[in-house]
């Protein structure tokens, strides 16, 4: 049980980096086996397809932004308002060192596949989607906290945790296109300006 | 010539609407040379690589959103401010449209390519990043006339477009990933809120 739990996991992880390095359709199951170090029957012992693994690889990359971005960000030991700025902050300095490591900022792995698989691949739109979605959340919380705190009006906290999110994605993808972590830090500074007024009835 | 003219540019938009629909690395050479009813060494006497290939795919691409979108959208016809909300009327409608004849929303080619390539291939990465910075110059020079016009208070304009686009870009990554055009409309109308202040010396 503990080396098949490993093997797949050696699997996803080699996935995971390969698909944020380069492009989910530029790797191949054979490179994926090579990189992780086992035999192709095993490969589709674990995953029926390829699409499979990046439902996995999707779900690992939701928890390591969790772990890594998310959590860190939106720990309450700092007012509501100023997790949202840490959020970029932490995101920034994240890009930031992995440029210096591999010379590229890679964006967001939840947008890259999204925007390249979307059209072609139900369950991975689907997926994706669902991801995004649930990444607006600790900014709604966020915002309805603020709110309570008397440190914002009253906004749609929902609209405006999505186009926060939108945004976040479209600055990602600038970051991306652009090569240049710094855009995270200096376009980020803006996102709390959509705030989205409550519809009044 | 006529006939040689008529074939690169056969080659050009099978490959366009091909790569649109799904994406750069699943569709091969062969695919487009059959869509677009050549030999494969035709396509080779015309674009020495697919790279080639894909720089032109983005140069006919960027003419296609400045006739159908920009130019559209920016007409001196209706005040400054107004074309800005145009534009993203202008790009719903598309792709509302589009939505309805193939079921998918296929987001902004250029985003999508960028995503893809950006770490793959730096030709496909430097002109993504120069079409997007050059798809900001619209959106400054209606800012810089509404200022004029004191429809608008002094904003740094160049900052305040980059931040409006990059918005664009992930209302587009969002509206591919919920395959759903209706929120070009409804995140659009927020675009306008992400303006930068002038920076005081």
Redesign the interface.
């Known amino acids: 049980m503990e080396a098949s739990h490993d093997t797949r996991q050696r699997i996803i992880s080699a996935a995971q980096e390969l698909i944020y390095?380069?492009?989910?359709?530029?790797v191949g199951v054979q490179e994926i086996c090579d990189h992780a170090n086992v035999k192709k029957g095993s490969f589709y012992h674990f995953f029926p397809s390829k699409r499979d693994l990046a439902l996995a690889v999707l779900d690992q990359s939701q928890m390591y932004m969790c772990d890594e971005i998310i959590n860190k960000a939106f720990h309450h030991d700092i007012p509501p308002l100023a997790r949202i700025e840490r959020f970029f902050n932490t995101l920034y300095a994240f890009h930031k060192q992995s440029k210096e490591i591999s010379g590229?900022?890679?964006?967001c792995p939840f947008?890259?596949l999204?925007?390249?698989?979307?059209?072609?691949d139900e369950d991975i739109?689907s997926k994706?989607?669902s991801i995004?979605k649930a990444s607006e959340k600790p900014f709604e919380k966020a915002l309805t906290a603020a709110i309570e705190r008397g440190d914002l009006q009253a906004v749609d906290t929902a609209?405006t945790a999505?186009?926060i999110f939108?945004?976040?994605?479209?600055?990602m993808?600038?970051a991306?296109?652009?090569?240049d972590p710094e855009?995270i830090h200096?376009?980020g500074k803006?996102a709390l300006?959509?705030?989205?007024p409550v519809n009044k009835q």
Do not use: F
């Open positions: 390095a380069r492009s989910y359709n530029e590229r900022v890679s964006g947008g890259n999204g925007g390249e698989m979307s059209t072609q739109r994706v989607d995004l609209a999505k186009a939108a945004y976040t994605e479209g600055i993808l600038y991306k296109t652009s090569n855009l200096e376009l803006r300006q959509l705030a989205v």
